[in-house]
C-alpha cells in the first residue's frame, strides 16, 4: 500500500535561519507531488507541485523553493525564513488518471513557527 | 481560473441529525471534478467524496451524500446521522484540466452529543 512520510512534525525556527522539509512517498512510483500551507484557521494554499525529477512549478512568489532529487522524494527550503512563512506545511501525491481526475492523498504535516 | 467559495465558517448540528454543508465554485472548465475533505482535530486531510462534473447522479458515500447542481455551480454536502467523529473542518475543492485543485476557506464542523 502507498504511504507518505513527512516530517519533522513540529519546527521552531528563529527570522533568518534555513528551512528544510522533507516528504517521501513509498508504494507507488512516478507520483505527482504537492507542498501547500494551510494559515491557522484558512484553507489550503498551493505552494508547488511536481510530474517528475526535477520537475518544479511555483504557483505563488515567494520566499520558499522546491527540489524533486528523487522520484518519491519531494524538499521544500528555504536560505532565509521570515516571519510570514509560519504555518501548517503538507505534503501531497497523487496518480494522475486523468488532467482532472486527480485524488490528492496528504502527509500528517508540518507546524512551522518562525519566530 | 478556479475559485471556491464556502460562505458557512461554521456549522453545529445535534448527534444523530444531518447537516448540509454549503460550496460554490467558479470555473470555465467543461471537464472538472468537485471533492470534499475532511480536516479533523489532528490536522489530516482526509477525502470525503469526489463528483465527476460530467455525471449526473449525485455521489454517495455511506453517511455522506452530495447535491451537485451544475448550472447553479453548487456542490453541498450532506452529512446524514452524524457522529462525533464527524466534527471537523471540511473543504470543498474543484479541479479542473490545466490547474491544480483548488480549495475553498473550510467549514468548522461542530457535532453536539
Known amino acids: 500500500s502507498q504511504t507518505i512520510h513527512q516530517w519533522p512534525a513540529t519546527l521552531v525556527q528563529p527570522v533568518g535561519s534555513p528551512l528544510s522539509l522533507e516528504c517521501t512517498v513509498e508504494?507507488?512510483?512516478?507520483?505527482?507531488l504537492y507542498w501547500y500551507r494551510q494559515a491557522a484557521g484558512r484553507g489550503l494554499q498551493l505552494l508547488f507541485y511536481?510530474?517528475?525529477?526535477?520537475?518544479i512549478s511555483s504557483e505563488v512568489p515567494q520566499n520558499l523553493s522546491a527540489s524533486r532529487p528523487q522520484d518519491r522524494q519531494f524538499i521544500l527550503s528555504s536560505k532565509k525564513l521570515l516571519l510570514s512563512d509560519s504555518g501548517f506545511y503538507l505534503c501531497a501525491w497523487s496518480v494522475p488518471l486523468g488532467q482532472t481526475n486527480e485524488k490528492l492523498f496528504f502527509g500528517s504535516g508540518t507546524q512551522l513557527s518562525v519566530l | 481560473a478556479q475559485t471556491v467559495t464556502q460562505s458557512q465558517p461554521e456549522m453545529s448540528v445535534q448527534e444523530a441529525e444531518t447537516v448540509t454543508l454549503s460550496c460554490t465554485y467558479d470555473t470555465s472548465e467543461s471537464d472538472y471534478y468537485l471533492f470534499w475533505y475532511k480536516q479533523p482535530p489532528s490536522r489530516q486531510m482526509i477525502l470525503v467524496i469526489r463528483q465527476e462534473a460530467y455525471k449526473q447522479q449525485n455521489a454517495t458515500e455511506n453517511r455522506f451524500s452530495v447535491n451537485f447542481q451544475k448550472a447553479a455551480k453548487s456542490f453541498s454536502l450532506k452529512i446524514s446521522d452524524s457522529q462525533l467523529g464527524d466534527a471537523a473542518m471540511y473543504f470543498c475543492?474543484?479541479?479542473?484540466?490545466?490547474?491544480?485543485?483548488?480549495f475553498g476557506e473550510g467549514t468548522q464542523l461542530t457535532v453536539n452529543p
Open positions: 475543492a474543484s479541479h479542473g484540466s490545466g490547474s491544480r485543485l483548488t
Open positions: 511536481s510530474v517528475g525529477i526535477g520537475q
Open positions: 508504494g507507488t512510483s512516478n507520483p505527482n
